[in-house]
C-alpha cells in the first residue's frame, strides 16, 4: 500500500510544513509588531498575516480529506499535482496577503478552483468504486467500451 500512497503522503507533509511556516510567521509578525498572545488585533500589517495563517489552518482539514480520498480513489499522479498546485497556490496567498488585502484574492479564487477539482475527482473516484463494489457496474471500463 505504501507504494500507492507516497505521493499523497509526501504532499502531505508538505502541507504540515507549509502550515508550521504560516504559524512562525504569526510569531515573527507578533514579535516585530509586539501584538503579545492573546491578542489578535494590532497594526494591519500583523492582522494581514494572522489573518492569513489563520484562514489557510481553517481550509486545510478540506483539503488534506479531499487530497487523501482522491488519491485513494481516483489517481495518486493527479492528485499529487493538483495538492501541489494547491500548496503553490496557499503560500502565494498567503504572501499576497501578508501585502495587501487586494493580494490575496487572485490565490484564493485558484486555489478553490483547485480544491472543487480534488473534491470532484474523490467524488467520482468514490462513485466508480461503490459502482463497482455494489451494483457490479464498472463505471470506466463501461465508457471504454461506448467510446471504442
Same mark, same amino acid.
Request: contains cysteine.
Given at each position: 500500500?505504501?507504494?500507492?500512497?507516497?505521493?499523497?503522503? *509526501? $504532499?502531505? $507533509?508538505?502541507?504540515?510544513?507549509?502550515? !508550521? /511556516?504560516?504559524?512562525?510567521?504569526?510569531?515573527? !509578525?507578533? @514579535?516585530? &509588531?509586539?501584538v503579545?498572545?492573546?491578542?489578535?488585533?494590532?497594526?494591519?500589517?500583523?492582522?494581514?498575516?494572522?489573518? !492569513?495563517q !489563520?484562514?489557510?489552518?481553517? &481550509?486545510f482539514?478540506?483539503?488534506?480529506?479531499?487530497?487523501?480520498?482522491?488519491?485513494?480513489?481516483?489517481?495518486?499522479?493527479?492528485?499529487?499535482?493538483?495538492?501541489?498546485? &494547491?500548496?503553490?497556490? %496557499?503560500?502565494? &496567498?498567503?504572501?499576497? /496577503?501578508?501585502?495587501?488585502?487586494?493580494? %490575496?484574492?487572485?490565490?484564493?479564487?485558484?486555489? *478553490?478552483?483547485?480544491?472543487?477539482?480534488?473534491?470532484?475527482?474523490?467524488?467520482?473516484? $468514490?462513485?466508480?468504486?461503490?459502482? @463497482?463494489l /455494489?451494483?457490479?457496474?464498472?463505471?470506466?471500463?463501461?465508457?471504454?467500451?461506448?467510446?471504442?
Amino acid at each position: 500500500m505504501h507504494d500507492q500512497t507516497a505521493c499523497i503522503a *509526501a $504532499v502531505t $507533509v508538505l502541507g504540515l510544513l507549509e502550515q !508550521a /511556516y504560516f504559524s512562525l510567521q504569526v510569531i515573527y !509578525a507578533r @514579535r516585530k &509588531y509586539s501584538v503579545s498572545p492573546p491578542m489578535t488585533a494590532g497594526p494591519p500589517e500583523f492582522e494581514r498575516i494572522f489573518r !492569513a495563517q !489563520a484562514n489557510c489552518s481553517e &481550509y486545510f482539514p478540506i483539503f488534506i480529506s479531499s487530497l487523501w480520498v482522491s488519491g485513494l480513489f481516483f489517481s495518486q499522479g493527479v492528485t499529487t499535482l493538483f495538492g501541489l498546485l &494547491y500548496l503553490h497556490g %496557499r503560500y502565494q &496567498y498567503f504572501w499576497g /496577503y501578508a501585502e495587501s488585502p487586494l493580494g %490575496r484574492l487572485k490565490p484564493l479564487y485558484f486555489c *478553490a478552483k483547485v480544491q472543487w477539482v480534488l473534491i470532484g475527482l474523490g467524488a467520482v473516484g $468514490v462513485l466508480c468504486t461503490m459502482s @463497482r463494489l /455494489y451494483l457490479g457496474v464498472d463505471i470506466p471500463q463501461s465508457i471504454n467500451h461506448i467510446f471504442l
